[in-house]
Every structure is written in C-alpha cells, then in structure tokens.
C-alpha cells in the first residue's frame, strides 16, 4: 500500500464550475476524512466516514459541498457552483477504528477558482 | 476561535541552535499529535502523546503532553535546515482532529 491517494493534485476551475475530487484511504483504514486547508491556517475538518457511512458533517460544509464513499473505500469530494473562497489545498486522511488512531493524509488537492 | 492556539508563529534560527515550540487550549484531549508539513503535501504524522505528562523523543526532537492534557510542547536541539517546515498539533476532539495554525519554522544554514 502506498498510502492515501488524492487527485487531482491541482485544479483551476472557473467561479461557478463543479469539480470533483477523489481521495483513495489506505486499503484496511474504515474511518476516511476530510479538511480543508487554507493558507497560513492548519486543515479545518470537512466531515468524515466510518465505512460507507457519512458519521460527522461541519458547519464549514454547506450545502454546495458532497462526499460520498459509496463502497466504504475510495471517496470524492464534490464542490457544485465554486466560489473564489472555495480556493484552498483540500486533504484527505484515513485511519484505523482505534481509541488512539494514527492518522495518514495525502498530498491533497489544490484548487484554485478563477 | 482556535481550540488549540500553537505559538510562535513563525520562528526564523540560524542552523545549530534549540527551539521551542507551544501548543496550547483550555480543553482537555485524550490524545495530542504534532505533524510536519512540507509546501504542497500533506501533514505527515511526528508523535502521538496519550498520557498527561508524557516525554516523547524522536532523534533531536522532544515532545511533552501536559499534566493536565490540555497542552504541549516541541523542543527541537540543534535544529538543521531540513527541519524548515510547517509544525503543527492536533487535538482529538470528539471523533476527529482539531488542528492548531501551525509554525513556520526556518532554520538558516
């Protein structure tokens, strides 16, 4: 296993495009999350899934904002109509079902809206 | 509001010296981690600190978990040039990570 996976790395979209963004966790990892990470701040936790189930959604997420993990493995992200202030590196992590839960994020994707 | 405020933020050294950097909130977390990011990847994982109190040590760098569970520390010794990066800690909170802003750290060779 390489780790988690993200793609794609960069995205320019226009102000009003939907993009997606696919995230592939570490192959045993059940828990998948989300963040968001904009310059100067550490990542801001989007939302994240235990299997295929979405357990935990922020305040940051509005309703432009999906994810999905339909089969419980790999994830997208789906932005519908950007904004200029969606701009930002968006990461994904996975981890192991464990009271003390190490957590690998990917290299993230930067999207850039124009 | 940050839950977790991380401070300084940003420190400029000059290759050889120590630092310390600070991480701290007035909520108690089960466990606390520090991560290193590079510009354009990822946060990769450092430490994780569990019990109150708790000294952690990976080569030149040390890691403290308050008494209380509500705040750390990262002493770096002799910090080199590939230590310059982002330096951040996270709480869990509940069922995910709550992450500090970060410091910038570069070491000047």
């Known amino acids: 296993d390489t780790g988690v996976s993200q793609n794609p790395r960069h995205k320019i979209t226009k102000r009003g495009q939907n993009v997606t963004f696919r995230c592939d966790p570490i192959s045993e990892h059940n828990r998948l999350y989300w963040y968001r990470q904009t310059l100067g701040q550490g990542p801001e936790f989007l939302t994240y899934?235990?299997?295929?189930?979405?357990?935990?959604k922020s305040r940051l997420l509005s309703d432009r904002f999906s994810a999905e993990r339909p089969k419980g493995s790999f994830s997208t992200l789906e932005i519908q109509r950007t904004e200029q202030g969606d701009s930002a590196m968006y990461l994904c992590?996975?981890?192991?079902?464990?009271?003390?839960?190490?957590?690998?994020f990917g290299s993230g994707t930067r999207l850039t809206v124009v | 509001t940050q839950l977790l405020e991380q401070s300084p933020q940003f420190l400029s050294i000059q290759e050889g010296e120590n630092l310390t950097v600070y991480c701290n909130s007035s909520s108690v977390f089960s466990s606390l981690q520090w991560y290193r990011q590079e510009p354009g990847e990822g946060p990769v994982l450092l430490v994780t600190?569990?019990?109150?109190?708790e000294v952690k040590k990976l080569k030149r760098l040390t890691f403290q978990f308050g008494d209380a569970r509500k705040d750390s520390s990262l002493h770096i010794t002799a910090a080199q040039p590939g230590d310059t990066g982002l330096y951040l800690c996270a709480g869990l909170y509940g069922n995910k990570l709550v992450f500090g802003a970060g410091t910038i750290l570069r070491v000047k060779s």
């Open positions: 600190v569990v019990t109150g109190g």
């Open positions: 992590a996975s981890s192991e079902d464990r009271e003390v839960r190490d957590y690998t």
């Open positions: 899934f235990q299997n295929e189930a979405q357990l935990e």
